[in-house]
């Protein structure tokens, strides 16, 4: 199963946003008149939808899961070291205008700003959450988009902080379909996922990826593990309910 071309297209342009951001911060290699003529000289036979693929593979492999298709949709059968895999359908037709869209602009000029394009870009408003005290010795675990962007932004202001240490993302695959689910939550699952893999790459100094729960096994809770963004109200609640509620056998 793939995602849908509307939210192939929405992942593209949030990544892309994403890696502007993270490029413009270290000085501009991906994009730019230098980016332009470095692919004119090697492109060949290739097209723009294939030069759009090739920066997201690359910023995947040196920030793992930060920016590849796999994350975001769960991606059944994809190696971790893939950022596509097999049977992924890039959108060469849209490629032009999605181009254009992502370089025409100024990059995003700090995280808030980011978060408030990404956020845009999925069609969802951004509610930031009262979070509790962030010590090095925090353990959270994510629930939502405002979740997830709340804690980027605490992280980001933080200091002596591990964000793939500290962190755990529970946000079901968007690829799953469940028959009380609202036309919406596919593109909430897949910004909470988006947001939460680019992390260590917005963060700057954090390699390893954002760990995701596994929802079909038991959660194992963290000593002091807190939970971010599990309401009455949260998308999904009565799912991640049942999964804190599985015990091993």
Request: charged share 20%; aromatic share 8%; no cysteine.
């Amino acid at each position: 199963m793939t995602p849908d071309p509307r939210s192939r297209r929405l992942y593209y342009t949030a990544a892309l946003a994403g890696l502007r951001f993270v490029d413009a911060r270290g000085g501009p290699r991906r994009f730019g008149v230098d980016a332009d003529a470095r692919w004119g000289q090697l492109t060949g036979d290739l097209h723009l939808a294939d030069r759009i693929d090739l920066l997201l593979r690359d910023a995947d492999a040196q920030w793992p899961g930060a920016f590849g298709a796999r994350s975001v949709f769960d991606l059944p059968e994809v190696a971790e070291d893939d950022a596509f895999g097999a049977d992924w359908v890039p959108l060469p037709e849209d490629a032009p205008d999605l181009w254009h869209e992502a370089t025409t602009q100024p990059p995003p000029a700090s995280i808030p700003a980011l978060i408030d394009t990404l956020f845009a870009t999925w069609e969802t408003p951004f509610a930031p959450l009262l979070l509790p005290e962030l010590t090095p010795t925090s353990r959270w675990l994510l629930f939502t988009p405002d979740a997830v962007a709340s804690a980027l932004l605490a992280f980001a202001a933080g200091s002596d902080l591990a964000w793939s240490d500290q962190v755990l993302v529970a946000a079901p695959s968007p690829l799953l379909l469940l028959p009380t689910d609202p036309a919406r939550a596919p593109l909430t699952r897949a910004l909470t996922r988006q947001l939460a893999a680019m992390a260590p790459a917005l963060l700057g100094h954090q390699l390893r990826p954002t760990a995701f729960a596994a929802l079909d096994q038991p959660h194992q809770a963290r000593p002091a593990e807190q939970h971010v963004g599990l309401g009455l109200n949260t998308p999904d609640h009565d799912l991640f309910q049942a999964w804190l509620r599985l015990k091993a056998a």
